[in-house]
């Protein structure tokens, strides 16, 4: 298994609403990110989780709140988003350690704040 | 602290000709260089990457790239491109710390016939 799952892929939310995006990963990746990409934009990264801790925040606002259960999943929970928060958002995961390994990407989930 | 910027947002090209798609980064440190594709609604996926050695790196659908240190570049090429070659590209050097990637903006490579 050499895949990064990603679900929802599609998701539509009031600013009200609180929801989660799941990541799942079985290639026993010990580092797992959380990036957010606009369209025609790049990925920004958002969070890194380490070993399942939490080693890089990237300044986002608390609305988002990380969360990484096990070695194998890892969620984002959303909470009172606002429209401009709207965009792809993509995990992704790597063995860990050094940079010279493949970052593997998930689909990513659309996310529609209305 | 790094950074790269992709010269061209967008690059079309015929079928069957040949493409460049230029990045140049900035660097205090050692790098590690990466281009990545992602086609429509997918995430992204690595095409190539360059960590040290041989400065020419190749994947294995034809595109190469090769590292410059003097120019600070790390160009991606294909001699022929197809119309499936139709993607976004992105060019993406590691952060300092080795822990995370950054991207440029991205171009978008659009393939006719």
């Known amino acids: 298994d050499t895949e990064v799952t990603q679900t929802p892929k599609h998701l539509v939310m009031g600013m009200t609403n609180k929801k989660s995006l799941k990541c799942e990963q079985h290639?026993?990746?010990?580092?797992m990110y959380w990036y957010k990409q606009k369209a025609k934009k790049p990925p920004e990264l958002m969070f890194v989780?380490?070993?399942?801790?939490?080693?890089i925040n990237e300044s986002v606002p608390s609305r988002f709140s990380p969360e990484c259960p096990n070695s194998s999943l890892l969620n984002l929970h959303l909470h009172a988003l606002q429209p401009e928060d709207s965009a792809l958002y993509l995990c992704?995961?790597?063995?860990?350690?050094?940079?010279?390994?493949?970052?593997?990407f998930g689909s990513g989930t659309q996310l529609s704040v209305l | 602290a790094q950074s790269v910027t992709q010269l061209d947002s967008q690059v079309p090209v015929f079928e069957e000709a040949p493409v460049e798609l230029r990045c140049n980064y900035s660097?205090?440190?050692?790098?590690?260089l990466f281009w990545y594709v992602q086609y429509p609604n997918q995430g992204l996926q690595l095409l190539l990457k360059?960590?040290?050695?041989?400065?020419l790196v190749e994947s294995i659908n034809g595109f190469e790239a090769e590292f410059n240190k003097s120019q600070t570049s790390f160009h991606l090429r294909k001699p022929s491109v197809h119309i499936s070659d139709t993607a976004e590209y992105f060019c993406?050097?590691?952060?300092?710390?080795?822990?995370?990637?950054?991207f440029g903006k991205g171009t978008t490579l659009s393939v006719s016939s």
């Open positions: 992704a995961s790597k063995r860990g350690g050094a940079w010279g390994e493949k970052l593997f």
């Open positions: 290639m026993g990746h010990r580092a």
């Open positions: 989780y380490s070993y399942e801790k939490l080693s």
């Open positions: 660097s205090s440190v050692s790098v590690y």
């Open positions: 360059y960590l040290s050695g041989s400065t």
């Open positions: 993406a050097v590691s952060n300092q710390a080795g822990t995370a990637l950054i």
